[in-house]
C-alpha cells in the first residue's frame, strides 16, 4: 500500500484537491476532520482540553473561537494544546491505515496542513504539495469570516516558507492555474501511483 501523503498551506487548495482524490476513489484520513471530531460533542479530546484550558468547554464540545483566543500568540499554551490533540490525531491515523491495509487498498492519502513542520513526511512513501501564488492565495484567505491580514500574517509565519516545501515534496500542483489543470494532474499521479510508475524518493516509517 503506498501512503501519500497531501499537503498545502492555508489558503492553497488542499481541500480541493483532497476532494479530487476522494472523487477517483482514493481513501483520505484528514488530520482536520479528526481535531474537530476530538474536540467535538463527546470528542475524546474534550476532557483533557477542559482541563488545560479551563472555560473553554461550552455544551460538551470544545469552544474553537475561545480555545483559538487562549492559544494564538501563546507558544506555550499552543504546545500543551498539541501534547493533548497530536497523540490523538496519529492514533486515528493509525487505525486508518490498518483499514486500509485489510482492505488491500493500493493507495491511501494522508491529508496533513502541518506535514512538513510536524515531520509527518517520514510516514508517507510520496509528498504531494499543494500550492498557489502568494497574492491568491491571500485573496482566498481573506475572504474567509473573520481572517485578516494580521491573522494571516500570523499563520504564514507558523508554517514552512513555500520555497522549502517545493524543495522536500515529491509532486507539486499549483492551484492558481484553475481546477481542470490541477485535476488532470492529480489524476494522472493517482495513476501513476496505483500502477507503481512513479518513483518518490521518501521512505515511510511504519
Known amino acids: 500500500m503506498t501512503i501519500l501523503g497531501l499537503t498545502g498551506s492555508i489558503g492553497m487548495g488542499k481541500s480541493t484537491a483532497a476532494r479530487m482524490m476522494r ?7 484528514d488530520a482536520d476532520a479528526t481535531v474537530h ?31 483559538g483566543a487562549r492559544v494564538f500568540g501563546d507558544n506555550a499554551a499552543l504546545r500543551r494544546l498539541e501534547t493533548i490533540l497530536h497523540p490523538r490525531v496519529r492514533a486515528a491515523e ?45 485573496q482566498r484567505v481573506l475572504g474567509r469570516a473573520g481572517m485578516t491580514r494580521e ?10 516558507r513555500e520555497p522549502e516545501k517545493r524543495r522536500r515534496a515529491d509532486v507539486v500542483v499549483n492551484t492558481g492555474l484553475g481546477l ?27
Open 37 to 67: 471530531a476530538l474536540m467535538g460533542r463527546g470528542g475524546a479530546a474534550v476532557p483533557a482540553i477542559a482541563a488545560a484550558f479551563p472555560g473553554v468547554v461550552r455544551d460538551g464540545r470544545v469552544d474553537r473561537a475561545a480555545l
Open 23 to 29: 472523487r477517483l476513489n482514493v481513501p483520505c484520513h
Open 94 to 138: 493509525h487505525a486508518f491505515l490498518r483499514r486500509q491495509a485489510l482492505a488491500r487498498r493500493r493507495l491511501v492519502v494522508l491529508d496533513v496542513p502541518l506535514l512538513f513542520e510536524t515531520g509527518g513526511e517520514r510516514r508517507c512513501d510520496c509528498v504531494l504539495l499543494v500550492t498557489a501564488p502568494a497574492f491568491l492565495q491571500a
Open 151 to 160: 491573522r494571516l500574517d500570523q499563520v504564514r509565519a507558523k508554517q514552512m
Open 180 to 206: 481542470a489543470p490541477a485535476y488532470r494532474q492529480v489524476r494522472a499521479l493517482v495513476r501513476d501511483l496505483r500502477s507503481k510508475r512513479t518513483r518518490c524518493h521518501g521512505e515511510a516509517e511504519r
